[in-house]
């Protein structure tokens, strides 16, 4: 059955097709938005190379800075890594949510964004979809270096709990931060201005941080930016989660910078998508 | 009297200093194909954007089914679909997936939407490559999973930016069939194109466009009849000759008559005589002309005005 190429509209299907007046109500906005999700989904099913970014490299990562450093730092690997995987893991996923932008540019670049600002439904859904399909990969490349951190001695004093709350909370603050992201995304022209731009303000906020060192070592100057740098403040929150000494405070501090997050770079996103 | 689908005026896209749509007015009536018709960059579709609310306009009006489309541009989205010039279905899902995602987008459920796509690929004769991804489809089928996605909820107005462009003659055909039954079921579609052929086969009305402004509209016949029917070329055996032959072609046909850069070829614009005659043969008797004078004719066609031609007569210069 070749029909495909050979094929004639037929006026009796296609027209029965059109006749079936039956326009459902609208999806509700968290329905539209799974359905984005889903999207996300399937596209990691028929591309799965791009989940090389959130496996090999955090991979990398950890077994990098743990025997690069681990030895000097903390005079041996396995004590270094019980104070820099919760960081290696929040700078890794930190680091993964810069394809966020670059996938939203992408889709801009085909039709298909077209079609999906045309549909009559909540606008937000196909940015809330792209973020939560990420929260997928951010989850995922967090296991990955969880397992890895505890093949090479991680011990994390706050067990299962400890280690799902910090996860969970990364994830979250990752999702939210994602928001300046999906505006570059609409922002800038081509896919490498957008990554451009994502290394210049990731590397600096996951390096210029807590994530490696105690700040305590570093010049006054720079304590002064590590202290008011957000990715400071969840590394601390994460490690006390791990750690088993839940630090309130911390985790107040990054969930309101969540909230503010969303707040700002959310409605810019926004606008930029009504407006392009 | 049927009511409007489309109604713009004086609408207006700036980007930069180059005014894409300059001064836009249209009245599509509801329930027909309305054709427009012009050149790369004459700003097909970015008007049809701004119509689609894909895009704010910088001036101007435009009201869709009565819904002004910024400030009504939920209503509007509710009503209509695109169809856009370059694939707007995601290129690394299958075509089912493609369809089975925009059901539920529009709301349907999940077994509701898997049936309607299932529906849809076998009346557009995808059903083979229901399970392909879209990228890997020929350009016809692309087309074809396209208007399928468009027509998902059966809208009232189907934009239809450019939808032959670069497919071949076959599959022109199928997008032609399409569309027409799509008419006849109520659904009033807007078509892009930069063929008079098509926009003559397909559409009701045409609005000839050119640097964002209309330059002429009215059904294909009052058209035809202000820029001519077709034009012959011809071909001469002897070069020698061409002068004479260029005299009696225009005597035969009454127009003019323009010399080809190759030394045996000429073309003459046929216009309507007032004696309803067809292209046809009008030019069968403009070259008896040449053959009683014993002018050997090689080679001859006979052609529909192209966009060119029709920019000729309309604007006194070749499409920018
Ligand atoms: N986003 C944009 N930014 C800047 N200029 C644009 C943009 N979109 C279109 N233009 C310009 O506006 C003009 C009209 O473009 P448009 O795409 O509407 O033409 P068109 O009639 O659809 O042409 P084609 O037949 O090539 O599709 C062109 O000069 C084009 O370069
Ligand atoms: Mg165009």
Request: aromatic share 8%; proline share 5%.
């Amino acid at each position: 059955m070749t029909t495909t190429e050979t094929y004639t509209p037929v006026a009796e299907t296609v027209g029965a097709v059109l006749s079936r007046q039956s326009r459902p109500p609208r999806p509700s906005a968290w329905s539209a938005s799974l359905t984005f999700g889903w999207r996300a989904m399937l596209k990691i099913k028929h591309v799965p190379e791009q989940l090389f970014d959130v496996t090999a490299f955090p991979i990398m990562m950890t077994l990098m800075f743990t025997y690069l450093f681990g030895g000097a730092l903390a005079g041996s690997p396995s004590q270094y890594i019980q104070f820099v995987l919760p960081g290696i893991m929040v700078s890794s996923v930190v680091m993964i949510t810069m394809y966020t932008g670059v996938e939203v540019n992408k889709d801009i670049e085909r039709g298909v964004f077209d079609r999906f600002r045309s549909l009559p439904m909540w606008r937000p859904a196909p940015m809330v979809g792209y973020l939560l399909g990420d929260a997928f990969r951010y989850t995922m490349a967090s296991t990955v270096i969880l397992v890895v951190g505890l093949i090479l001695g991680f011990r994390p004093p706050g067990g299962v709990v400890g280690v799902v709350a910090g996860i969970a909370l990364l994830v979250g603050f990752s999702f939210a931060f994602s928001w300046v992201w999906t505006m570059f995304g609409l922002l800038l022209r081509s896919e490498k201005s957008v990554m451009g731009v994502s290394m210049l303000v990731l590397f600096p906020l996951t390096f210029l941080s807590n994530v490696y060192v105690d700040p305590s070592t570093m010049p006054g100057w720079l304590q002064a930016f590590v202290n008011v740098n957000p990715i400071t403040h969840l590394v601390s929150a994460v490690r006390s989660l791990m750690g088993g000494t839940t630090d309130s405070g911390e985790i107040a501090w990054v969930l309101i910078a969540a909230a503010v997050c969303i707040a700002i770079f959310g409605t810019l996103t926004m606008r930029l998508y009504n407006r392009k | 009297m049927s009511d409007l689908a489309i109604e713009t005026s004086g609408l207006v896209k700036v980007f930069g200093d180059n005014r894409a749509v300059d001064g836009l007015d249209l009245a599509v009536p509801a329930g027909a194909v309305y054709g427009v018709l012009g050149p790369n960059g004459a700003g097909k579709t970015t008007a049809v954007r701004m119509l689609a609310t894909l895009l704010r306009p910088d001036g101007g009006q435009a009201r869709v089914f009565g819904h002004d489309v910024v400030r009504e541009a939920d209503a509007v989205r509710g009503r209509v679909s695109l169809t856009g010039q370059y694939a707007s279905v995601d290129e690394d899902l299958t075509g089912m997936e493609n369809l089975v995602l925009l059901g539920r987008l529009l709301g349907h459920r999940k077994a509701a939407a898997a049936d309607r796509a299932r529906e849809l690929l076998e009346a557009f004769g995808l059903t083979d490559a229901a399970d392909r991804q879209v990228k890997n489809y020929s350009g016809g089928m692309r087309r074809r999973i396209d208007i399928a996605a468009s027509i998902l909820n059966t809208p009232d107005l189907l934009f239809l930016d450019e939808p032959t462009t670069g497919l071949d003659p076959r599959s022109r055909n199928q997008v032609w069939d399409i569309v027409r039954i799509v008419v006849a079921h109520g659904t009033t579609v807007l078509l892009t194109t930069q063929y008079l052929e098509e926009a003559d086969r397909l559409a009701s009305r045409i609005a000839v466009i050119d640097h964002g402004k209309v330059i002429a509209e009215g059904t294909p016949g009052q058209l035809k009849s202000s820029i001519g029917a077709g034009s012959v070329h011809v071909r001469l055996r002897d070069p020698h000759r061409r002068p004479e032959a260029e005299r009696l072609l225009a005597e035969a046909l009454g127009a003019p008559v323009y010399i080809d850069a190759d030394p045996v070829a000429l073309t003459a614009r046929i216009i309507g005589n007032g004696r309803d005659e067809a292209a046809a043969e009008q030019a069968s008797r403009a070259l008896m002309e040449l053959s009683r004078a014993g002018i050997v004719v090689d080679d001859f066609s006979l052609g529909q005005p192209s966009l060119d031609e029709v920019f000729l007569a309309l604007t006194d210069k070749p499409a920018a």
